[in-house]
């Protein structure tokens, strides 16, 4: 098992910025996807964003143009740089780990390790 830390968000207004982080405790295998999963208040976790273990990324139409991940191997850390933030963004996003991660996935099983959360709240 892995555990993964989540940091980085906060309150926002609609056009804002933020920038999440997440830390692995220890150095994933090769084989191992990472992604972005955010869950709305009422609403099933969802994907965002993951990216696989060749650098390729795939993102939920909703955040493609808006959001970037990237990924500091030597730092076992996952970023989501989010911008022009709209309201329908908020909710407690959570960063994943595990083979055959897929932003098609909805709820909790879609992932073995998943981080705390770290929650997002745009205002309008």
């Known amino acids: 098992q892995v555990q993964l830390v989540e940091s980085g968000g906060g309150s926002v207004q609609a056009g804002g910025s933020l920038r999440l982080a997440c830390v692995a405790s220890?150095?994933?295998?090769?084989?191992?996807?990472m992604g972005w999963f955010r869950q709305a208040p009422g609403k099933e976790r969802e994907g965002v964003v993951v990216?696989?273990?060749?650098?390729?990324?795939s993102y939920a139409d909703s955040v493609k143009g808006r959001f970037t991940v990237s990924k500091h191997d030597a730092k076992n850390t996952l970023y989501l740089q989010m911008m022009s933030l709209k309201p329908e963004d908020t909710g407690v996003y959570y960063c994943?780990?595990?083979?055959?991660?897929?932003?098609?996935?909805?709820?909790?099983?879609?992932?073995?390790?998943w981080g705390q959360g770290t929650q997002v709240i745009v205002s309008s």
């Open positions: 220890k150095v994933l295998p090769s084989s191992y996807y």
């Open positions: 990216i696989f273990s060749d650098g390729s990324t």
């Open positions: 994943a780990a595990d083979l055959g991660l897929s932003i098609y996935c909805s709820g909790d099983s879609c992932s073995h390790n």
